[in-house]
């Protein structure tokens, strides 16, 4: 069983910069695909970012384009979510996810394993 947990959420003033870590436990970690996604209060849960196994393809919803980067370390089993330019809008629990397959997904249906979530509060 791959266990999946979040890292670096907190408080911080628009324009400013966050780093989410993600750590993965419990299973092979260098073939899966990654993912973050994010739910805003009242609003479903919705894709932020994935990346392929080996880190080549990325992937990105359009209102994060050009501010966010994933990437990831399969020698330390962690994906890393670089937020920057950071907007109130941003506000939400972000989860990281973990896929069977190899190939990243934009689906949250396509990954089989999930966190409990960092909470990024974005002030105006």
């Known amino acids: 069983q791959v266990q999946v947990v979040e890292s670096g959420g907190g408080l911080v003033q628009a324009g400013g910069s966050l780093r989410l870590s993600c750590a993965a436990s419990g299973g092979t970690f260098g073939g899966r695909a990654m993912g973050w996604f994010r739910q805003a209060p009242g609003k479903e849960r919705e894709f932020v970012a994935a990346?392929?196994?080996?880190?080549?393809?990325?992937y990105y919803a359009d209102s994060v384009k050009g501010r966010f980067t994933i990437s990831r370390d399969n020698a330390k089993n962690t994906v890393l979510l670089q937020m920057n330019s950071l907007k109130p809008a941003d506000t939400a629990l972000y989860y990281c996810?973990?896929?069977?397959?190899?190939?990243?997904?934009?689906?949250?249906?396509?990954?089989?394993?999930w966190g409990q979530g960092t909470q990024v509060t974005v002030s105006s």
């Open positions: 990346i392929n196994w080996s880190g080549a393809g990325t």
């Open positions: 996810a973990a896929s069977n397959s190899a190939v990243a997904s934009t689906t949250q249906r396509n990954y089989d394993y």
